[in-house]
């Protein structure tokens, strides 16, 4: 765990470093200003702290959300008891904590504990090495990548207050740890990586139905990953350009993607020529995601009813859950990107005009809440998704592993390239 | 700290570089390959060309490496590690080393030399994703649509030939 966080933190800060090379970053105390270079360093800590730490958050939660769901959606009441730490204890035998229940809200923690807390065990045959790995690098990837999904604006945030003490603080960028050009182009490539994870804990396992998972699992991330590429190019051709945040805000000023409403500034009627090209690179986009992510109705790595529990059958503790909480992680990124590139991400669904210091915030602490606020838009936008993905999750069956690879190759495939000519020809008519 | 990033990624891209020849598992070599990849293109985000850094990552090593390693993993590869170093393949490599280290000593020779120009007097790089494309469709179009043609080819190969075992079950 440890491990893993320190390298993500080391990619976003190389990253954070190179792409903040414009500068900007200021921070003044009380008359002194610090050496720049560690202003950049410790701001963008900040930044990933914050960030990892949200990411972490709602990874836990989302486990919650999917168990409770998965109980509704099967008539059952499902983990509702577990409240907060200590509550119901009597304290000294003086006073008793009082007892919330708080929905269940408080069970991350003791299924941390019990994983943390269960016997660490490594079977004899393994590949030591490879199998220890496994886990941090199934768990990397999506810590790395949200380094570069846009949370909030780009306008940057100037704080300044004289008394008790003269202190000077400018962030550039508030919204975006790395804002890089290629953004997209960065999220894939580093999602990428998350397959090496599953094939090494699949191979160093020493064990068939390890094998077999890791196997399908290779095939299936590479078979997706093309028409999960392919689906955006009609998005950038649109554009114009690979920058996350400058997708953002085309979609703040024209509507969003998937649903371009008209009250936005620079709306254009022949836009809604292009919606129905967008609309299906949505749904490749969203089916691709099922299947990198493993979830159902594509967990063909993993499916409990041939493989045992496929790739990660031979592991235990904090080695298993390092996978079940990277599958989560993943999720979370695929909702993050999918928020960002068809549902406006932080942009609301009113008119520029109305809420003119939503889009443009002003400097000061007010800028900093407000960018705040965009945060929280784009995080309710993503739990959005997440619940979409544990619905299908309990709503449909597994298909079987021909018909996975018959729908990627034979049907998303050629779709994806049709839907891509079918683009630039529109906007070579409507331009 | 440019510079110290650049000796960070410089030593361990050429640390897993050796690794992957020194490595007598296959499935070993192909991992620092990987990691060999993964340092050139921090390499490439240093010189602020991200849109070759996040290629170099998503082609090599993100779809190529991977089905070498699907392919070595099918193998015994325990019968590969026991396999010893062969004294032809040690002169052979010798000989494409010094070979390379002849062009890359011609090239150094006729480019800037290092710290002729300051960093900063450089101009900031234009948009690399932008300046690629545009030189593909006019420098490079012909060299471009070849290759698109080549890879075609291969792709109808590929399918030809792993189509072939299916007509006698058909009668």
């Given at each position: 765990?440890?491990m893993?966080?320190?390298?993500?933190l080391?990619?976003?800060?190389?990253?954070?470093?190179?792409?903040?090379?414009?500068?900007?970053?200021?921070?003044?105390?009380?008359?002194?200003?610090?050496?720049?270079?560690?202003?950049?360093?410790?701001?963008i800590?900040?930044k990933?702290?914050?960030?990892?730490?949200?990411?972490?958050?709602?990874?836990?939660?989302?486990?919650?959300?999917?168990r409770?769901?998965?109980?509704a959606?099967?008539?059952r009441?499902?983990?509702?008891?577990?409240?907060?730490p200590?509550?119901?204890?009597?304290?000294?035998?003086?006073?008793?904590?009082p007892?919330?229940?708080?929905?269940?809200?408080?069970?991350?923690?003791?299924?941390?504990?019990?994983?943390?807390?269960?016997?660490?065990?490594?079977p004899?045959?393994?590949?030591?090495?490879?199998?220890?790995?496994?886990?941090?690098?199934?768990?990397?990837?999506?810590?790395?990548?949200?380094?570069?999904?846009?949370?909030?604006?780009?306008?940057?945030?100037?704080i300044?207050?004289?008394?008790?003490?003269?202190?000077?603080?400018?962030?550039?960028?508030?919204?975006?740890?790395?804002?890089?050009?290629?953004?997209?182009?960065?999220?894939?490539?580093?999602?990428?990586l998350?397959?090496?994870?599953?094939?090494?804990?699949?191979?160093?396992?020493?064990?068939?139905?390890?094998?077999?998972?890791?196997?399908?699992?290779?095939?299936?991330?590479i078979?997706?990953?093309?028409?999960?590429?392919?689906?955006?190019?009609?998005?950038?051709?649109?554009?114009?350009?690979?920058?996350?945040?400058?997708?953002?805000?085309?979609?703040?000023?024209?509507?969003?993607?998937?649903?371009?409403?008209?009250?936005?500034?620079?709306?254009?009627?022949?836009?809604?020529?292009?919606?129905?090209?967008?609309?299906?690179?949505?749904?490749?986009f969203?089916?691709?995601?099922?299947?990198?992510?493993?979830?159902?109705?594509?967990?063909?790595?993993?499916?409990?009813?041939e493989?045992?529990?496929?790739?990660?059958?031979?592991?235990?503790?904090?080695?298993?859950?390092?996978?079940?909480?990277?599958?989560?992680?993943?999720?979370?990124?695929?909702?993050?990107?999918?928020?960002?590139?068809?549902?406006?991400?932080?942009?609301?669904?009113?008119?520029?005009?109305?809420?003119?210091?939503?889009?443009?915030?002003?400097?000061?602490?007010?800028?900093?809440?407000?960018?705040?606020?965009?945060?929280?838009?784009?995080?309710?936008?993503?739990?959005?998704?997440?619940?979409?993905?544990?619905?299908?999750?309990?709503?449909l069956?597994?298909?079987?592993?021909?018909?996975?690879?018959?729908?990627?190759?034979?049907?998303?495939?050629?779709?994806?390239?049709?839907?891509?000519?079918l683009?630039?020809?529109?906007?070579?008519?409507?331009? | 700290?440019?510079?110290?990033?650049?000796?960070?990624?410089?030593?361990?891209?050429?640390?897993?570089?050796?690794?992957?020849?020194?490595?007598?598992?296959?499935?070993?070599?192909?991992l620092?390959?990987?990691?060999?990849?993964?340092?050139?293109?921090?390499?490439?985000?240093?010189?602020?060309?991200?849109?070759?850094?996040?290629i170099?990552?998503?082609?090599?090593?993100?779809?190529?490496m991977?089905?070498?390693?699907?392919?070595?993993?099918?193998?015994?590869?325990?019968?590969?590690?026991?396999?010893?170093?062969?004294?032809?393949?040690?002169?052979?490599?010798?000989?494409?080393?010094?070979f390379?280290?002849?062009?890359?000593?011609?090239?150094?020779?006729?480019?800037?030399?290092?710290?002729?120009?300051?960093?900063?007097?450089?101009?900031?790089?234009?948009?690399?994703?932008?300046?690629?494309?545009?030189?593909?469709?006019?420098k490079?179009?012909?060299?471009?649509?070849?290759?698109?043609?080549?890879?075609?080819?291969?792709?109808?190969?590929?399918v030809?030939?792993?189509?072939?075992?299916?007509?006698?079950?058909?009668?």
């Amino acid at each position: 765990m440890l491990m893993n966080l320190s390298s993500a933190l080391a990619g976003a800060c190389v990253l954070g470093q190179t792409a903040a090379a414009d500068g900007g970053y200021v921070l003044n105390v009380a008359g002194y200003s610090l050496w720049p270079a560690l202003t950049i360093t410790l701001l963008i800590l900040v930044k990933v702290a914050v960030v990892i730490g949200v990411m972490l958050f709602f990874v836990s939660y989302s486990v919650v959300a999917e168990r409770r769901c998965s109980a509704a959606i099967q008539d059952r009441m499902g983990p509702n008891r577990t409240g907060l730490p200590l509550s119901g204890v009597k304290v000294l035998g003086l006073f008793t904590v009082p007892k919330w229940k708080l929905l269940g809200l408080g069970q991350p923690l003791p299924d941390s504990l019990k994983l943390i807390l269960k016997e660490e065990f490594t079977p004899a045959s393994v590949n030591k090495f490879y199998f220890t790995l496994a886990p941090a690098l199934a768990m990397m990837p999506s810590l790395i990548v949200v380094c570069v999904v846009p949370y909030a604006c780009l306008v940057p945030i100037h704080i300044a207050f004289s008394s008790p003490f003269e202190f000077v603080l400018n962030i550039p960028n508030p919204g975006v740890i790395a804002n890089i050009d290629v953004g997209i182009l960065f999220a894939f490539a580093i999602s990428s990586l998350g397959v090496y994870g599953i094939v090494l804990a699949g191979w160093s396992s020493n064990s068939k139905y390890p094998f077999l998972g890791g196997i399908r699992s290779s095939a299936q991330m590479i078979s997706y990953e093309v028409s999960m590429g392919l689906s955006v190019i009609p998005i950038f051709l649109v554009i114009g350009k690979l920058n996350l945040s400058d997708l953002v805000q085309y979609q703040a000023t024209h509507g969003w993607l998937i649903f371009p409403f008209p009250w936005t500034s620079e709306f254009t009627w022949s836009q809604l020529l292009l919606w129905p090209c967008l609309l299906l690179s949505f749904v490749i986009f969203l089916v691709s995601a099922f299947a990198e992510t493993n979830r159902l109705p594509f967990d063909l790595p993993e499916s409990e009813t041939e493989l045992v529990g496929g790739y990660h059958t031979e592991y235990s503790s904090m080695k298993f859950a390092l996978f079940f909480l990277g599958e989560y992680a993943a999720l979370i990124v695929a909702s993050c990107l999918m928020v960002t590139l068809f549902l406006g991400g932080w942009s609301w669904l009113t008119p520029a005009s109305w809420t003119p210091w939503y889009y443009n915030p002003p400097a000061g602490w007010l800028g900093l809440a407000i960018t705040g606020l965009q945060a929280i838009t784009f995080l309710i936008k993503m739990a959005m998704f997440i619940f979409v993905f544990i619905w299908v999750r309990w709503t449909l069956p597994r298909f079987r592993y021909d018909q996975l690879m018959q729908i990627g190759w034979k049907f998303f495939l050629p779709v994806a390239l049709l839907n891509i000519l079918l683009t630039a020809v529109l906007l070579a008519v409507i331009r | 700290m440019e510079a110290l990033f650049f000796w960070v990624f410089a030593i361990g891209m050429l640390l897993a570089g050796a690794s992957v020849i020194l490595n007598r598992n296959p499935v070993a070599s192909a991992l620092s390959l990987v990691v060999t990849m993964c340092f050139m293109a921090a390499l490439f985000a240093l010189l602020n060309a991200f849109f070759l850094a996040a290629i170099q990552i998503l082609v090599y090593a993100g779809a190529v490496m991977v089905l070498f390693l699907f392919i070595i993993m099918l193998l015994d590869v325990k019968a590969e590690a026991k396999t010893r170093m062969r004294w032809i393949s040690l002169v052979l490599g010798l000989v494409l080393a010094i070979f390379f280290s002849y062009e890359l000593s011609l090239v150094l020779r006729d480019g800037v030399p290092m710290g002729a120009v300051p960093l900063a007097k450089l101009p900031p790089p234009p948009s690399d994703i932008a300046t690629i494309g545009r030189l593909l469709f006019t420098k490079y179009l012909l060299p471009f649509e070849v290759v698109g043609v080549l890879l075609l080819v291969a792709t109808i190969g590929v399918v030809l030939l792993s189509k072939r075992d299916n007509k006698p079950e058909a009668k």
